[in-house]
């Protein structure tokens, strides 16, 4: 692994750890500067995308899950991964009829 790697993978890591404590706009930073190392990993920008979307702002994480697919042509799991946190979000926010659609369209 080269230094350009291994400090890429430390700015991703540190995303993960502030995304567990839920210091979503901190965690975005850090994806970032994990996707300027190595821009083309598409985890640093899925990392990015799930903090945004955790945030409630699908519309801005969208493009970003979009991109991640872009660099992995085997990412469909980031999109799934994307529309699951999405209907976990209506959920808890009490909007069961969308979450619910969003559900059976994801089988």
């Known amino acids: 692994m080269t230094v ?5 993978w430390h700015g991703h890591r540190r995303g993960e750890a502030l995304m567990g404590e839920a210091r979503w706009q901190e965690a975005i930073e850090a994806f970032k500067r994990a996707d300027a190392w190595q821009p083309d990993d598409p985890e640093h920008v899925y990392g990015e995308a ?31 991964k994307y529309e699951a946190a999405k209907a976990d979000w209506m959920a808890r926010h009490g909007r069961m009829e969308e979450a619910e659609i969003i559900r059976k369209m994801m089988e």
Request: proline share 6%.
């Open 50 to 80: 799930l903090a945004v979307s955790r945030m409630a702002q699908s519309s801005s994480a969208w493009p970003l899950f979009v991109r991640a697919a872009d660099l992995d042509p085997l990412a469909n799991k980031y999109v799934a």
């Open 4 to 8: 350009r790697n291994q400090i890429a």
